[in-house]
């Protein structure tokens, strides 16, 4: 039971992070019809500026304030990044084929691994001083990892800014418009670029404060982006153009990873932990194709 | 593959989609095979194993183009396939206790290979069963899964433990024979003194040879004729009474069986198979290929292939070459040869991008552009 | 589009117009700067250039130049069989020089079959059993023989000892082991059959192994399951990142174990990494640590400095120490086959068999190795392992244990594991 606890508490604090990046896919999906493959490079990014920056500032005040300074310098880059590559990339992409889209995605985080690592190098990285203390927090006996408790406050207090963002902004109104209908936005004076770099900027914003609190559990290095990849079966469980299906869908990928961590490895010993989402995906796909709350479209010759 | 003079038309759909339609052409494979053929003689044996890589992509993307060229079922995880093809014919190969009569006569590595191609097919069809109820983004996400569930578990975690601690499968040289002939590529064996690169060569253009014209005739027949109108419209195709599942399978079984094939070759090439080569990097550069040469179109495979393996060739002498010059030079700059790989990464990243922003037909467009202008050379209308 | 062939053209003229001198060695070498265990490989990389330099300043081998060919190859085996393929066919190297487990054992029959002797950075017990592997060398106490030193060392100085398990010992309880790596990478799980075959000879229980990933970043769920079943005593088998992963996360869950970890998992790293949690852990060592008193160590400090003065002393590590045992190895080989006149696979590995009680540099205890022993029925240098444990904040040396004394009757049967 103890096991089990520790398990699940683990799974939902790590799985609120996968939530936030699903959101930031979502965002795209909804706005602009990318499907983006390259959701684990975005977040492999912001992990390593946020790390740049808190390396250059940490030297000059206390850990907490540089930190927080860095976070917000992430997420100032995260949204230059995310303009930049939606002007130069997938702006000439709007209206091609759903492959075509893809694969540029897919080109991209070719780009952005390769330039990621000439820039920061393979190694591990770890965030020096620690931001978090590395002893635990003792609740009802359950030991909790610190990293994990403000991963998912943070995690939490982003979402709820992201949602309040759509629901009482201009800029989010516009974006939400323009998901639902782009010809009746458009016509509204609804400019559908500027909605569409929004959604870019948005989702590198959230990838980055992702990248960040993931680095921060024990360093980054390559296989952040592997667990950025995790989102594409979050958004399938979800539904793709559903936002509370990305938060349930990511809660219960982190969840179901560790359980099955825990628990499945005695059976299928090895690796089981980074597939069991994908399986569980393909397993779900056959009785939901449409994830939980993704739209069913209707096909007509 | 067609030129036709001017003035010259067709009577009926048969003649239209003949193989040899004009003497011409005729004349151009002959032209075409003779220089494949004395291809070995010009160059060095680098160059052939460059030239057998181009092969063995042209195999491993076929299946690719098959499904998202003329079945329009998109799949990201083709790598999975051709592994299963490779561990299948190695495993085969290794741990049978083949009859000593069919060693002697060297039967067990062509068995092997059809049967990988089988295994591969049938483990195919198995991730194309969702293609009966998804697709589009969804049906992606089950391909990718596929990639996900076979390299890195299946094979990775389960496979590779047999008979040792997860290593790669080491071919001793002289295993793979097809007939009396070792074709390892580090082979001298065998009745011919030859070089193993020579032998690969041309057992991968008999193997391409095969399967292009297998894959030709099978997008002339009716089949091939349903598969494309499913990928045109495939509401419209089940209308008109097209047995779109059935269809959709089938094109999974092929695409896996030619990956089973290229797999199979694959190990012959190789001293060992480990999981990494078939890791989700080249289900995605195979996807690239077609792309750069062009969605349906088989000169299209050809095209990009040799367009992908000759760029990273040439940018591996350029780096890898001039890396010794640069670290004793300019060891300030020796850093970029230990990222080489970034590079190289970075580079197909982008080649990708702007091949789809500003070619989105591929190379095979600009060769039908160039062959329709000869068409009518001198007299051709540029159209400017 | 012409400018680029051009240039294209340029650079091919470059490096086919090298000059080939006859006086010159040629040395290839397979290293990873960029993958999965680049957090080891990068200092080896370095040391092996240096070491090098330095052979070329001293002489070279019987005057003789040695050109080192050191590529990258990202901790991939398929990257590995491509170089292999340039340096055999193309640069005609005298000498290999490997890296990883995988991809030297998976060579390993195509190197034997062409005769090339390599000296990995591999030290798997699998390759030295010369009536397997004839041409594959290490230079240091193979993986097997350590695990079964390291847990040996903390069974009879640590359990039997310390206060920690007290309680435990006086209750008549057997110590659990429980071993952390990835399966599926072939350094990890090449000591593991040793390592429990010598936990069932000190009556140890062994529980379910743990599978860490080389590049993990959380090793919760492995943590758990092995507080959940009572380990005592951890046996990490991966690189330093992921081990120290492993220690942090054992410690952030209150996992009341010791931790032993092979050689390529213990260096100042771990102890920078780490931190409170590494405090104790004892670790196998090749080799002296960067800056010990032992002779050489100011040749191998000097050149650190004048080959790459831009990396800081600070980051350098024991990999460069190691790297330099190796290089040594390699260029005893090639000396003594030079000297006879038969500078090819045969000639080198025969060399390198007629080394008895050898010391880097001919030289006693030179950068901290114990005597080198290597013969044509027997590819292992050494039954001595080197332990050493981190106090406070310091790498420390804590016992030697010469495996061969300790279980004579064993020694000869642990070939090849």
Same mark, same amino acid.
């Given at each position: ?28 999906? /909804? ?81 952005? /691994? ?52 759509? /629901? ?24 559908? /670029? ?89 397993i779900f796909l056959l009785f939901k194709p449409y994830g939980l709350w993704g739209w069913e479209r209707i096909e007509r010759v | 593959m067609s030129y036709l003079p001017c003035g010259q038309y067709f009577e009926n759909y048969r003649e239209d989609q003949k193989w040899w339609r004009t003497p011409f052409i005729k004349a151009k494979m002959v032209f075409m095979v003779l220089a494949l053929v004395s291809f070995p003689a010009l160059v ?52 049978i206790p083949w009859p000593q009569f069919m060693v002697d006569v060297g039967l067990a590595y062509p068995v092997s290979m059809i049967t990988a191609g089988f295994a591969a097919g049938f483990w195919s069809v198995l991730f194309g069963l969702p293609s009966a109820r998804v697709k589009g983004f969804y049906l992606i996400m089950t391909t990718m899964a596929a990639q996900w569930i076979t390299v890195p578990l299946v094979i990775t975690q ?90 959709? $399978? ?33 289900? $995605? ?100 | ?41 990068? +200092? ?166 743990? +599978? ?196 004579? +009757? ?8």
């Amino acid at each position: 039971m103890d096991l089990f606890l520790q398990l699940a508490i683990t799974g939902v604090m790590l799985g609120s992070i996968f939530a936030l990046l699903a959101l930031g896919w979502v965002l795209i999906y /909804k706005c602009s019809g990318v499907l983006n493959l390259a959701m684990g490079e975005l977040t492999l990014i912001g992990g390593y500026v946020c790390l740049a920056f808190y390396q250059r500032l940490v030297t000059a005040m206390p850990v907490t304030y540089a930190f927080i300074l860095a976070l917000i310098g992430t997420l100032i880059v995260g949204l230059i990044l995310g303009l930049l590559t939606e002007r130069i990339f997938l702006r000439k992409m709007i209206g091609e084929p759903i492959l075509a889209v893809i694969m540029v995605t897919v080109g991209l985080s070719f780009f952005f /691994k390769g330039m990621v690592f000439i820039i920061w190098d393979t190694d591990t990285q770890v965030f020096y001083p620690q931001v978090f203390p590395i002893e635990p927090l003792v609740i009802f006996g359950i030991a909790i990892g610190r990293v994990y408790l403000w991963s998912f406050i943070a995690a939490l207090v982003l979402m709820v800014m992201f949602i309040c963002f759509f /629901k009482f902004t201009r800029w989010g109104l516009s974006m939400q418009a323009c998901a639902d209908d782009e010809m009746a936005a458009l016509s509204l004076g609804v400019s559908a /670029k500027f909605v569409y770099a929004l959604a870019w900027g948005i989702a590198f914003m959230a990838a980055g404060v992702g990248g960040t609190l993931l680095g921060n559990i024990n360093g980054l290095n390559y296989s952040v982006s592997s667990l950025g990849l995790l989102v594409l079966p979050v958004v399938v469980f979800g539904g793709l153009n559903s936002v509370p299906g990305a938060i349930v869908g990511g809660i219960t990928i982190g969840l179901l990873q560790n359980l099955a961590g825990g628990y499945l490895d005695y059976y299928f010993p090895g690796g089981i932990k980074e597939i069991a989402p994908f399986i569980f995906m393909v397993i779900f796909l056959l009785f939901k194709p449409y994830g939980l709350w993704g739209w069913e479209r209707i096909e007509r010759v | 593959m067609s030129y036709l003079p001017c003035g010259q038309y067709f009577e009926n759909y048969r003649e239209d989609q003949k193989w040899w339609r004009t003497p011409f052409i005729k004349a151009k494979m002959v032209f075409m095979v003779l220089a494949l053929v004395s291809f070995p003689a010009l160059v060095d044996s680098q160059w052939l194993s460059v030239a057998y890589t181009i092969n063995y992509y042209i195999l491993a993307a076929l299946g690719v183009q098959l499904l998202i060229g003329y079945c329009g079922q998109i799949t990201l995880g083709h790598a999975a396939f051709v592994a299963v093809g490779a561990y299948c014919s190695a495993m085969m190969v290794l741990f049978i206790p083949w009859p000593q009569f069919m060693v002697d006569v060297g039967l067990a590595y062509p068995v092997s290979m059809i049967t990988a191609g089988f295994a591969a097919g049938f483990w195919s069809v198995l991730f194309g069963l969702p293609s009966a109820r998804v697709k589009g983004f969804y049906l992606i996400m089950t391909t990718m899964a596929a990639q996900w569930i076979t390299v890195p578990l299946v094979i990775t975690q389960y496979v590779s433990q047999i008979g040792g601690r997860g290593q790669a499968f080491s071919i001793p040289p002289g295993t793979i024979k097809i007939g009396p002939i070792a074709i390892d590529e580090s082979s001298m064996l065998g009745s011919w003194e030859v070089s193993g690169d020579m032998k690969l060569y041309f057992f991968s253009l008999l193997l391409v040879g095969l399967c292009l014209v297998a894959m030709g005739n099978l997008l002339r027949s009716k089949i091939g004729r349903a598969w494309i109108a499913i990928r045109d419209n495939d509401i419209a195709a089940e209308t008109m009474g097209v047995n779109i599942v059935g269809y959709k $399978l089938l094109a999974f079984f092929v695409a896996g069986f030619f990956a089973g094939i290229a797999g199979s070759f694959y190990v012959s090439t190789l001293s060992f198979v480990s999981p990494e080569h078939y890791e989700w990097f080249y289900s $995605l550069l195979w996807v690239g290929i077609i792309l750069i040469g062009g969605v349906g179109s088989i000169q299209g495979l050809v095209f990009g292939s040799a367009f992908v393996v000759l760029v990273f060739k040439f940018l591996e002498m350029a780096v890898l070459g001039a890396s010794d010059m640069l670290m004793e030079s300019y060891p300030h700059l020796g850093w970029m040869t230990t990222k080489f790989i970034f590079f190289k990464e970075s580079a197909f990243g982008l080649a990708i991008i702007f091949f789809l922003i500003y070619e989105p037909n591929g190379l095979s467009y600009r060769y039908w552009q160039l062959k329709n202008y000869f068409n009518l050379w001198p007299f051709s209308y540029t159209g400017k | 589009m012409k400018r680029i062939l051009l240039v294209c053209f340029g650079i091919m003229l470059v490096f086919c117009s090298n000059a080939f001198s006859a006086d010159e060695i040629k040395v290839g070498s397979i290293n990873d700067l960029t993958g999965a265990t680049s957090d080891v490989g990068k +200092d080896a990389a370095l040391g092996i250039r240096e070491a090098f330099t330095y052979v070329n300043d001293s002489g070279g081998i019987n005057g003789k130049r040695v050109k080192l060919i050191l590529q990258d190859y990202g901790y991939r085996i398929p990257e590995a069989h491509t170089l292999y393929k340039r340096f055999r066919s193309q640069d005609k190297v005298n000498i290999l020089l490997q890296w990883g487990t995988g991809d030297t054992e998976a060579l390993s029959p195509t190197v034997n079959k062409d005769k090339m002797v390599t000296i990995s950075d591999s030290l798997s017990g699998h390759l030295c059993d010369p009536a397997k592997t004839p041409y594959n060398f290490i230079y240091s106490t193979d993986y097997s023989t350590n695990a079964r030193a390291a847990l040996t060392a903390w069974y009879e100085e640590v359990w039997k000892k310390s206060d920690k398990w007290k309680k435990a010992r006086e209750a008549g309880q057997k110590p659990k082991l429980a071993c952390f790596y990835m399966f599926a990478a072939p350094y990890c799980s090449a000591p593991i059959k040793a390592i429990k075959d010598q936990a069932a000879l000190l009556g140890i229980d062994v529980l379910k192994d743990q +599978d860490v990933s080389l590049t993990a970043l959380d090793a919760k769920s492995q943590v758990l399951g092995a507080k959940g079943e009572g380990a005592n005593i951890i046996w990490h088998g991966n690189t330093t990142m992921s081990v120290a992963t492993a220690v942090k996360d054992a410690y952030a869950l209150q996992l009341e174990a010791d931790h032993i970890m092979n050689n390529w998992g213990f260096d100042k790293n771990l102890v920078r990494m780490t931190g409170p949690a590494g405090e104790g852990v004892i670790g196998c060592a090749s080799c002296a640590f960067l800056g010990d008193d032992v002779p050489y160590m100011d040749k191998v400090i000097e050149y650190t400095q004048k080959v790459n003065p831009a990396v800081s002393l600070e980051k350098r590590d024991i990999r460069t120490v190691q790297a330099w045992v190796k290089v040594s190895l390699a260029c005893a080989g090639l000396q003594r086959a030079d000297k006879a006149g038969k500078l090819d696979g045969p000639g080198i590995k025969a060399s390198l068999e007629s080394l008895r009680d050898w010391y880097p540099f001919d030289k006693e205890n030179a950068l901290g190795r114990p005597p080198t022993t290597i013969t044509s029925t027997d590819h292992r240098p050494s039954p001595v392992s080197l332990l050493y444990t981190i106090k406070d904040g310091k790498i420390t040396f804590f016992t030697k244990i010469n495996m061969k004394e300790k279980f004579p +009757d064993k020694w000869q049967s642990w070939l090849g594991w």
